[in-house]
């Protein structure tokens, strides 16, 4: 079957760095996505990796390893607006989106 | 360009009546899809369209559902005969199939969902 796992939730505090990871099985894979969903509202995308290796856009990054079937996104200098859930997905051998259950960061001042 | 719109943002009906939902995607996109999401979870895949033509479908989703996208651009999902658990938020995302790939896809802001 396909799975994608990533935390629940995680803590963080306002200013610091906080990593999330992202473990998947799919059958196939064509790329991996980072989205970020505040509470009741729609996810906004983040992140793109379809090669081994480290994204960086801003105060975001997305790492990527396929040989291990793991990905993290890594926020830096962490605002009160980042508190949202962040959700994982990989596209599969169909181009389809397999979406992880997100995690949900909540930053403290 | 404003995004993907989606009408009503919010539905409440009662068990056994049909509702449908309409959305609009980004003016140059041709993929759409539709998503249910309940509280805590990811996404989950109910269709897609490429243009007019609806390419897949989820084995989760019963006959009571079913979508359209008559001139390859806005879609209707219709639900008919509400069940409780049909409560959920219904996301529409568009995106634009190049020649090297698909990338990412836009969501609009949702309908919600409830039937009591």
């Known amino acids: 079957g396909q799975n994608i796992d990533q935390p629940t939730e995680m803590t963080a505090t306002e200013g610091a760095i906080v990593q999330i990871n992202c473990t998947y099985q799919?059958?196939?894979?064509?790329?991996l996505f980072w989205y970020q969903q505040h509470a009741g509202e729609a996810p906004t995308f983040l992140s793109y990796?379809?090669l081994d290796g480290l994204e960086e856009k801003g105060r975001f990054s997305s790492f990527l390893s396929r040989s291990k079937g793991y990905s993290y996104l890594l926020l830096k200098e962490l605002q009160m607006k980042d508190s949202a859930s962040y959700l994982c997905?990989?596209?599969?051998?169909?181009?389809?989106?397999?979406w992880g259950a997100g995690t949900k960061l909540i930053i403290k001042p | 360009d404003t995004g993907v719109s989606q009408n009503p943002r919010h539905k409440i009906t009662k068990r056994g009546q049909n509702v449908t939902f309409r959305c609009d995607p980004i003016?140059?996109?041709?993929?759409l899809y539709w998503y249910r999401q309940t509280l805590g979870q990811g996404p989950e895949f109910l269709t897609y369209?490429?243009?007019?033509?609806?390419?897949?479908k989820s084995r989760l989703l019963s006959d009571r559902f079913s979508a359209e996208r008559p001139k390859g651009s806005f879609s209707t999902l219709e639900i008919q005969r509400t069940e409780q658990g049909d409560s959920a938020m219904y996301l529409c995302?568009?995106?634009?199939?190049?020649?090297?790939?698909?990338?990412?896809?836009?969501f609009g802001p949702g309908t919600r969902l409830t039937v009591t």
């Open positions: 990796n379809v």
């Open positions: 799919t059958s196939g894979f064509n790329g």
């Open positions: 003016s140059e996109h041709n993929r």
């Open positions: 997905a990989v596209r599969d051998s169909n181009y389809q989106l397999i």
């Open positions: 995302a568009s995106s634009l199939l190049r020649t090297e790939g698909d990338y990412e896809q836009y």
């Open positions: 369209f490429q243009n007019e033509a609806q390419l897949e």
